[in-house]
């Protein structure tokens, strides 16, 4: 079993950046890929980024390319999503997620957080 609990979501305006974290406690961190979804009001949880257990490898979905860093960090048991040039349609509830494989889709992943608000103001 693995928990995780994120943080670091909150308002801000649009242009501006945030960082979110995700604590995993449980079974080995570093055994997992990891990955961070959103879902909207009134729409479908979707994907966001990937990384790799040893954080070798990251995807990202094309709408965050360029402007969304996932990164973790094994010691801290610790997976980071850096936020910048935030757009009024990144508002969305952000989860972190756990898996085993490695991929973008939500059956991929095995374990979640509860999720961090996160809302942009334009």
């Known amino acids: 079993q693995v928990q995780l609990v994120e943080s670091g979501g909150g308002l801000v305006q649009a242009g501006g950046s945030l960082r979110l974290s995700c604590a995993a406690s449980g079974r080995s961190f570093r055994g997992y890929n990891m990955g961070w979804f959103r879902q909207a009001p009134g729409k479908e949880r979707e994907f966001v980024a990937t990384i790799t257990w040893n954080g070798g490898t990251t995807y990202y979905a094309d709408s965050?390319?360029?402007?969304?860093?996932?990164?973790?960090?094994?010691?801290?048991?610790?997976?980071?999503?850096?936020?910048?040039?935030?757009?009024?349609?990144?508002?969305?509830?952000?989860?972190?997620?756990?898996a085993?494989?490695?991929?973008?889709?939500?059956?991929?992943?095995?374990y979640w957080g509860q999720g961090t608000q996160v809302t942009v103001s334009s």
């Open 64 to 98: 965050v390319k360029g402007r969304f860093t996932i990164s973790r960090d094994n010691s801290k048991n610790t997976v980071y999503l850096q936020m910048s040039s935030l757009k009024a349609e990144d508002t969305a509830v952000y989860y972190c997620a756990a």
């Open 100 to 110: 085993r494989n490695y991929g973008s889709r939500l059956t991929d992943y095995d």
